[in-house]
């Protein structure tokens, strides 16, 4: 029997109460499918930070490297630490010292929900985000501090090992699905950094003639995700771009509650981070109001990577037995709690 060790990272918020549910359902989906599931649950998070002066350990990133995955809820609990400190030195820092270099998303509905377009039509959206620079790779600084003459910048990194490996990552999954990519910029306005991911947009497309290429400009494809969702299918976008598009998805596929992500290095490996992207949310923390199904789907997306497919697609035709049903947190109309709904979900297996 082949077992997988897996860090859990419960973090702030409503995170630990999601992957306190989910946790018991993936494990329910490995003693089915016949896999061993270990989980290492870590403290990092904000209260971490309070006690220790830092989100995680000097050598957190090296203990994950031990990992064969990473199982996230969520960080953040600005009451307490500034958004900008436990967002960089615990989540981008996990990203970035594991060149977890790409960040996958899904956009689609689930069985029995709905969403706010009023379109009969479905959709399926990939959205795949660069993940370790562009416009968050931290470069810049402030001088003259607190004066009139103060200035802050904060510049942009894109490398062409980067933004080509993110756009061949596309290019692979637009293959795998309807063969259809759409690569987002902004380069009638960024004539640097947007129209060199143009040219290597152009350059790594030569090696997919059997891919459907269509440039977008951000503006014109948030739009379009709005109005028309049917006509994409993989959205590659930069960092900063990515991580907008990626909450439009959410927000036609029925909210925050239904978002997750895969973070993971397509070239080199290692251990993946998954993780809801709905945030720490803690005006309802502790309530068990939250949804636990972008955990749950995260979970799916982990087995997926870890190479259980079986598993992977159990545990989301169990999800959508439950949404099917019309049962649901109150996000979703209904009056499940966080653990009730898992709870089904587990029994649906």
């Known amino acids: 029997m082949k077992n997988y060790r897996v860090a859990l990272l419960p973090g702030d918020g409503i995170g630990t109460e999601v992957l306190q549910a989910a946790w018991p359902v993936l494990q329910a989906v490995a003693d089915k499918q016949g896999f061993g599931l270990e989980g290492d649950w870590l403290p990092w998070s904000c209260d971490y930070y309070l006690e220790q002066g830092v989100m995680m350990p000097a050598n957190g990133v090296e203990q994950l490297r031990a990992f064969d995955a990473i199982y996230l809820g969520a960080v953040g ?9 436990s967002l960089r030195e615990l989540l981008l820092a996990i990203r970035q010292g594991l060149d977890l270099s790409v960040n996958e998303r899904p956009h689609r509905l689930l069985a029995g929900v709905t969403g706010p377009l009023r379109t009969e039509k479905t959709f399926d959206i990939l959205c795949i985000r660069e993940n370790t620079e562009g416009e968050y790779s931290g470069a810049g600084g402030r001088v003259h501090r607190g004066g ?21 990552y596309g290019f692979e999954q637009a293959r795998l699905r309807s063969g259809k990519l759409a690569s987002v910029t902004k380069s009638n306005a960024q004539r640097h950094s947007m129209v060199f991911w143009d040219e290597m ?17 951000v503006d014109a494809i948030a739009a379009r995700m709005i109005t028309h969702p049917e006509t994409l299918d993989v959205v590659v976008a930069s960092n900063l771009f990515g991580d907008i598009l990626s909450d439009i998805g959410a927000a036609i596929q029925g909210g925050l509650g239904f978002a997750a992500s895969a973070n ?19 005006d309802i923390m502790g309530k068990g109001l939250a949804n636990p199904l972008a955990t749950l789907w995260a979970g799916a997306l982990m087995l997926q990577h870890m190479g259980e497919s079986a598993g992977a ?37």
Do not use: C, K, W
């Open 77 to 85: 609990l600005p009451a307490t630490v500034p958004d900008h400190i």
């Open 264 to 282: 993971i290095n397509p070239v080199s490996g290692g251990p993946g981070m998954f993780e809801p992207v709905h945030g720490s949310a803690p």
């Open 201 to 217: 947009t152009d350059r790594v497309a030569a090696d997919y003639p059997d891919v459907e290429v269509t440039r977008y400009h």
């Open 148 to 168: 009139d003459l103060e200035v802050a910048v904060e510049t942009s990194i894109f490398t062409r090992a980067g933004v080509e490996r993110v756009l061949r």
């Open 313 to 349: 697609a159990a545990l989301m035709t169990a999800i959508e037995t439950v949404t099917g049903a019309g049962a649901g947190t109150p996000d979703m109309g209904g009056s499940l709690s966080t653990a009730e709904l898992a709870q089904a979900v587990q029994n649906a297996l």
